[in-house]
């Protein structure tokens, strides 16, 4: 069965600072992993995604994430936040052959400090 | 292109009352996917359903039902309502719900049991 772990619950962060969320996931298979942000009142969007090829990936508003197979983790980094980035963050694996199941974490709400 | 719809966005039942709730997939995807947001389980899956098949279901009692048309639009079921249903129902569309795909969520219906 799939499994994702999200490290935080919650985060506090000021402006400018670096981001780091931490999510590993278990699956012996091939996966997709993805990051999604739910901001206030809103549904949740996809930042980014890693289906195949360089491990780095960049998304939407300044986001990457790093895919470590070894670690089975894909963090999600920026390296400086904005007010405008107070939301909750979910990490989701879904498996190559199911892709219509996606498994998520529990989430990591960030509250940035003007 | 239009994005995955909802509806209703709000409802209020009482305890013992059923509900159903719609959902519109983004055009050309044929596979929809229900899960349920609380505060405290988070997001989990509910079940898939791919050419008005359930193809994938999560560890839900059989109170929770869906069905799918042949436009691909999705309603899902619930009935005797209790307490703990009260979340928020996510919909989330993909072509096919296989390989590198990625879902697509709506804005979801926020149902309240009372």
């Known amino acids: 069965a799939q499994s994702v772990s999200q490290h935080n619950h919650h985060v506090i962060l000021s402006e400018a600072a670096s981001l780091e969320l931490g999510c590993n996931y278990s699956?012996?298979?091939?996966?997709?992993l993805f990051w999604y942000v739910q901001y206030p009142g809103q549904h949740l969007q996809l930042l980014l995604k890693?289906?195949?090829?360089?491990?780095l990936v960049k998304g939407i508003k300044g986001f990457e994430a790093e895919f470590i197979k070894s670690k089975f983790s894909f963090n999600l980094r920026k390296p400086s936040v904005q007010w405008s980035d107070t939301a909750e963050y979910f990490c989701?694996?879904?498996?190559?052959?199911?892709?219509?199941?996606?498994?998520f974490g529990d989430g990591t709400t960030l509250t940035v400090k003007p | 292109k239009a994005g995955v719809t909802q509806t209703p966005r709000y409802l209020i039942k009482t305890r013992g009352q059923q509900v159903t709730l719609s959902c519109s997939p983004i055009?050309?995807?044929?596979?929809v996917s229900w899960y349920q947001q609380t505060p405290g389980q988070g997001l989990q899956f509910l079940f898939e359903?791919?050419?008005?098949?359930?193809?994938n279901k999560g560890n839900f009692p059989g109170r929770f039902s869906g069905r799918q048309f042949s436009n691909s639009r999705s309603e899902m079921n619930v009935s005797t309502l209790e307490l703990g249903d009260s979340a928020l129902y996510l919909c989330?569309?993909?072509?096919?719900?296989?390989?590198?795909?990625?879902?697509?969520f709506g804005p979801g219906t926020r149902l309240l049991v009372l």
């Open positions: 055009s050309g995807h044929r596979s």
């Open positions: 699956y012996g298979g091939t996966v997709n």
């Open positions: 890693y289906f195949s090829g360089d491990p």
């Open positions: 989701a694996v879904n498996a190559l052959t199911n892709a219509g199941k996606s498994t």
């Open positions: 989330a569309s993909s072509r096919e719900g296989t390989g590198e795909e990625t879902q697509y």
């Open positions: 359903y791919f050419s008005e098949t359930q193809r």
